[in-house]
């Protein structure tokens, strides 16, 4: 809507002060941007996505690709150095963390004044569990889902698959016995596991004005926060309290030696980089210390260069889920051959908003003279549920990132 009311706002002010005749445009650009979005209705979307992402064009020439680099570098005299890196030219992750300081053990805030808690789940055997008792914990994690139907709330879902080495070798004093058990661990190589975690995002200034924030004085922000911080708190204990069927542990600060690091930022950190690292809680915020990585971006695949090593991603996004779905659909990945990362997260809307979403969706079903009626009904029936009560909406997204030690061969 936004980009369809600029190219009309900009040809009636052109028009005002040239030619009344260039009017008759405004059906034709109508219905080019009708049939932009036709196939394609999030294209504007990408395309505002994409020039945030862009980069910068002297460094992205030099590498071949969108580069962001870990820190930014002053354009010293260093001309002969500058003119073979172009340091100075890229890019940094920096202001695409949203992460800036722990306010409490376990919360950690954005610079827009966003809340975040995450915990890692243990998880809950399902290989050898009935249908029923399956279907009974789902709908036990969507009646806590629903609880919070309206507020400002976005939960994130991370399934990290990697690779680890265990072993129980102990020195027992028997030489014979040691190196039976140390070759028979040598032989048995890395193993792969899944490490859910969940992330809980709270945004409670989402409907204050920015304007009226900053006539604040800073003891009203001060108080502000502090009151958001208490109701991310009780949000935190509902979720301690439902979750801890699934042995759920709340990252957060600890110490170490005389230093204090924080799990939480190093989780963020390893969905940044791809490689876990412990990140100390000063008073540095924390994206000036975060993404230690270059990260480079192609067309199809992407790059990180650590201090230590080269690894290779490609992501993708799921847009639409089948039309059946079931308890334990995607079990099968927990046993794929490869390091992945899997993220999906639910913004929850409110009542009303779920509906002029669903409205909306029929209004661009009939403009577009699309023949799927059953999906019009479809969105009939998800009207009605939705007004009884009896489901909530909310706004999902599902990607897979891939990574391997190199673009030929699989990480496998």
């Not at 140390?182 to 204050?208: I, K, M, Q």
């Not at 969706?361 to 699309?370: E, V």
């Amino acid at each position: 809507m936004v980009p369809l009311l600029a190219v009309t706002g900009v040809t009636i002010i052109v028009a005002i002060w040239t030619s009344v005749a260039l009017l008759f445009l405004l059906p034709v650009q109508f219905l080019v941007m009708k049939s932009l979005t036709r196939n394609e209705p999030m294209r504007f979307n990408l395309i505002a996505v994409w020039l945030r992402a862009k980069g910068k064009p002297v460094a992205n020439r030099l590498f071949g690709a969108t580069t962001f680099m870990p820190v930014e570098h002053d354009d010293v005299d260093i001309k002969e150095f500058l003119d073979a890196m172009k340091l100075n030219q890229c890019a940094t992750i920096k202001k695409y963390i949203p992460y800036s300081s722990h306010i409490h053990q376990h919360v950690v805030r954005s610079p827009k004044n966003d809340l975040y808690c995450t915990w890692e789940l243990m998880g809950t055997p399902f290989d050898c569990e009935s249908d029923e008792s399956l279907q009974f914990g789902t709908n036990q994690l969507h009646g806590l889902i629903r609880s919070f139907e309206g507020m400002p709330v976005t939960f994130y879902i991370h399934n990290d698959r990697n690779t680890f080495t265990d072993n129980l070798h102990k020195d027992s004093g028997n030489p014979y016995a040691d190196e039976v058990s140390r070759l028979y661990y040598a032989s048995v190589g890395l193993f792969r596991r899944n490490r859910l975690f969940l992330t809980v995002c709270y945004r409670p200034f989402v409907s204050l004005e920015k304007a009226e924030r900053k006539r604040m004085k800073d003891s009203q922000k001060l108080k502000e926060l502090d009151g958001a911080l208490l109701e991310m708190l009780e949000i935190k204990s509902t979720l301690d309290t439902a979750l801890s069927r699934y042995g759920a542990r709340p990252l957060g600060t600890f110490t170490e030696g005389n230093a204090v690091f924080s799990s939480q930022l190093a989780f963020y950190e390893y969905l940044l980089t791809h490689q876990w690292r412990k990140v100390r809680v000063t008073r540095t915020p924390a994206y000036d210390v975060m993404g230690a990585a270059a990260l480079f971006f192609s067309a199809e695949s992407g790059q990180i260069n650590h201090a230590n090593g080269t690894q290779y991603f490609r992501g993708l996004e799921v847009k639409e889920f089948a039309e059946e779905t079931a308890t334990g659909m995607m079990d099968s990945l927990l046993y794929a051959p490869c390091d992945y990362v899997i993220t999906q997260s639910y913004t929850c809307m409110s009542r009303e908003e779920a509906k002029k979403a669903i409205k909306r969706t029929r209004r661009l079903l009939m403009s577009a003279d699309d023949d799927a009626v059953s999906q019009r009904l479809d969105l009939d029936v998800a009207l009605d549920l939705l007004t009884s009560g009896k489901i909530a909406y909310g706004k999902h997204h599902f990607s897979i990132m891939v990574y391997s030690p190199s673009l030929e061969k699989p990480g496998c």
